[in-house]
């Protein structure tokens, strides 16, 4: 069996149709539910591929899933968010590893799920303070964060869930401020030297493929009740809050 299809390293013909598929579903499911469809393609794909070259493929493909769903959309943006949110990327993205490698990561998983707990189920935290002040914030926190556990797109959720009154807005302004963070994670992989030009067949498959779950995910929404939508969401991302403080939890006893 060929082990460098298309001469992707350790990916064979089977291993490259099968990931250009798991990009279509989680996409659509992404779309669909609000969030979440990064992560599972991240969980996915941990199963082929090393950290070091896990992030940044991951990386590519889930901008080109966001930037895809950003232009199907785009008359849905809450466009107020994404200046702030950019200038917050550019500097999450170059303050770098050094605070975060000095957290321990059992704390840093209970934080963070404890917070999500909070902005999903009391809306109002997630509008505390001016709009471009929040999400300047929330950029330059989830891009750091995501240099270095790719998908963080759960964190930015209850935020644009709280500003959006629409399930449209929520999809369309996720995807956007989502694909800002990707742009400021790829260009800080370059300033480091990591190079993915080996794996860039699969990564444009996988780019094709989840463009496509996009678009059925969109077609799918568009029939979804709001108050459906947001329940759906509402309880996934508290089922993953739970399962950090968990793991948390775990990692403290």
């Known amino acids: 069996m060929d082990s460098a299809f298309l001469g992707v390293p350790g990916v064979d013909a089977w291993l490259f149709a099968e990931l250009s598929a798991a990009a279509f579903a989680t996409t659509m499911f992404g779309v669909v539910v609000g969030t979440a469809g990064g992560l599972v393609l991240l969980g996915i794909m941990a199963f082929v591929f090393p950290p070091a070259i896990l992030v940044p493929v991951h990386t590519f493909v889930q901008l080109g899933a966001g ?38 990561e059992t704390w840093l998983q209970g934080i963070l799920g404890v917070f999500i707990l909070v902005v999903t189920w009391l809306p109002r935290f997630g509008r505390v ?12 926190a989830s891009t750091f964060l995501g240099m270095f556990v790719s998908a963080t797109g759960t964190l930015v ?28 994670k790829l260009v800080g992989f370059a300033v480091l030297g990591i190079a993915v030009g080996a794996y860039l067949p699969l ?51």
Not at 75 to 99: E, N, S
Request: glycine share 6%; hydrophobic share 60%; charged share 15%.
């Open 67 to 104: 930037a895809s769903r950003a232009v199907m959309l785009r008359r849905w943006v809450l466009r107020p968010t994404v200046i702030p949110f950019a200038v917050g990327a550019a500097i999450g993205a170059a303050a770098g590893a050094r605070i975060f490698v000095a957290l321990p």
């Open 129 to 140: 303070g001016s709009e471009r002040g929040r999400f300047a914030l929330l950029g330059a």
């Open 203 to 253: 990564v444009a498959a996988m780019i094709a493929t989840a463009a496509l779950g996009s678009w059925v995910g969109a077609v799918t929404v568009e029939r979804m009740p709001e108050r459906a939508f947001r329940l759906i969401l509402q309880t996934i991302l508290t089922a993953m809050a739970v399962r950090l403080i968990w793991i948390a939890a775990a990692g403290w006893l």
């Open 157 to 184: 959720a209850p935020f644009v869930l709280s500003a959006s009154p629409d399930r449209r807005n929520h999809i369309a302004t996720l995807a956007t401020l989502m694909s800002i963070v990707h742009i400021a």
